[in-house]
């Protein structure tokens, strides 16, 4: 990893200490600009004009935190994204690390974004290394979830074939801890730099209904694209086999990769589109291979244009964001590109 871009990892990290408590806006430094950058504030509970709220719920005794965007726009029945941080981070963080662009999005398409807090700065993804090393009760952040987008329905009139998880980093591992899990009410999923833990894979189970995305980059140190064997880390599948776990459990007979964009030629680009062929209609997965990228939401930039990666390391013509609002067909047509129907699909 450069310098440049480990001092930024760094900047992030510190920056998630301020927003772990909750609603509290985490400050960010552009380095090499001097300039802060705030989570932009919730207004708590001061009504349903509010477009950014700050909300609690309790849980297993105890009040879990999340802050909330309603677009102005907001779709009857809406779709949900529940918008999952990385560890050490909160959902104030996560709001800036993807550079706003889910409320963006959220806005142009008429989106409930939601960005819950974990206990403790980490989500429990499965990883039993992390749960023993803690010596306490694993939270049962599964529940939770569950219990958050039943809140939201009660409060909101929310489309239950169209809500989604979108994570980053212990995020994204909790994201796809979901895909096994909680297909019941989650119908879609986005893993940014992640991988699925190894006691998560043996008990994942097929899908009702499951779209899986997966982003990462090969130089990924946090979470390394060929998976981990123990240490800090714990165990966790490569990013291959996790789209390989996926893929089989849709019932997806092959696999096909090309560049992309699609079309591009093969040294002309650094990313390499994976796609799931021969898929039940309703079942797609989907592996965004980003050679030479790092731990970061690809795409995502401060609102003065400058990438949280280098340019030497990021991949500008890739925008997660955009990317997965296009497979999850949260765009303003009902179906998404081409590219993300999985062929030769089965009925």
Request: glycine share 10%; net charge neutral; aromatic share 8%.
């Amino acid at each position: 990893m450069r310098s440049g871009s480990a001092f930024r990892v760094c900047l992030l990290l510190a920056a998630s200490v301020l927003g772990s408590a909750g609603c509290v806006g985490a400050a960010f430094v552009a380095a090499g600009k001097g300039t802060a950058y705030l989570a932009a504030p919730c207004t708590g509970d001061s009504g349903a004009s509010s477009r950014r709220l700050c909300k609690s719920l309790s849980f297993g005794g105890v009040e879990r935190n999340y802050r909330l965007y309603v677009p102005s726009n907001l779709r009857a029945p809406a779709p949900l994204i529940v918008a999952l941080h990385g560890a050490t981070q909160s959902g104030a963080v996560m709001e800036v690390q993807t550079g706003k662009g889910l409320e963006r999005r959220a806005d142009e398409t008429g989106v409930l974004v939601v960005y819950p807090d974990s206990l403790g700065a980490r989500w429990n993804d499965g990883r039993l290394e992390a749960a023993a090393s803690s010596g306490k009760q694993p939270v049962d952040d599964v529940g939770f979830l569950r219990a958050l987008v039943a809140e939201l329905g009660q409060r909101y009139a929310i489309d239950p074939e169209r809500v989604y998880a979108a994570g980053f980093s212990n995020g994204g591992a909790m994201t796809l801890r979901l895909a096994c899990e909680a297909t019941d009410v989650f119908r879609g999923f986005v893993a940014v730099g992640a991988n699925l833990a190894e006691a998560v894979a043996s008990r994942c189970h097929p899908p009702t209904a499951r779209r899986v995305a997966l982003f990462h980059g090969t130089a990924d140190v946090f979470n390394p694209y060929s998976g981990s064997t123990g240490g800090i880390y714990a165990r966790a599948l490569s990013v291959e086999a996790t789209f390989d776990v996926f893929r089989a459990l849709a019932g997806c007979s092959g696999a096909e990769s090309a560049p992309w964009p699609q079309g591009a030629p093969a040294n002309q680009t650094n990313v390499v589109l994976h796609r799931a062929t021969g898929c039940p209609e309703s079942l797609s997965v989907v592996l965004f291979e980003i050679r030479g990228g790092v731990h970061v939401w690809p795409g995502a930039t401060f609102d003065s244009g400058r990438s949280f990666a280098s340019r030497e390391q990021e991949t500008p013509e890739l925008d997660a964001t955009t990317e997965s609002w296009r497979f999850l067909e949260l765009e303003a047509s009902s179906r998404p590109a081409q590219v993300y129907r999985a062929s030769g699909a089965t009925d």
